[in-house]
Nanobody, 117 residues
Framework: QVQLVESGGGWVRPGGSLTLSCVRS????????MGWYRQAPGKQRELVAR?????????YTSPSVAGRFSINMDYAKNTLSLQMKNLTPEDTAVYFC?????????WGQGIQVTVSS
């Protein structure tokens, strides 16, 4: 049905930037809410940011990353991007792309982001 493929993770020094991408594919065609969660070692899973479907009107960015992260959906390319700037070690986590419709979630496999000196 729906498949999510993530890319763009890796290691970066504090203050650096990374962009994560999540490509959505599959059929039948549906409109999904999409976004990113993350989970750091020893911490609970945290919603980072989300966008609503094409028919939606709202977006959300966690206060913990507001002003540093931005989420963008390219509908023509079916690609969700998370632009991350001014990264800190507390941003180190596994980041998961997701698509949601009617309470049902489809997840990417997770991608590691490591911020350290």
């Amino acid at each position: 049905q729906v498949q999510l493929v993530e890319s763009g993770g890796g290691w970066v020094r504090p203050g650096g930037s990374l962009t994560l991408s999540c490509v959505r594919s599959g059929s039948p065609f549906s409109l999904y809410n999409m976004g990113w969660y993350r989970q750091a070692p020893g911490k609970q899973r945290e919603l980072v940011a989300r966008v609503n479907s094409r028919g939606g009107t709202s977006t959300y960015t966690s206060p913990s990353v507001a002003g540093r992260f931005s989420i963008n959906m390219d509908y023509a390319k079916n690609t969700l991007s998370l632009q991350m700037k001014n990264l800190t070690p507390e941003d180190t986590a596994v980041y998961f792309c997701y698509a949601e419709n009617g309470g049902v979630h489809i997840w990417g496999q997770g991608i590691q982001v490591t911020v350290s000196s």
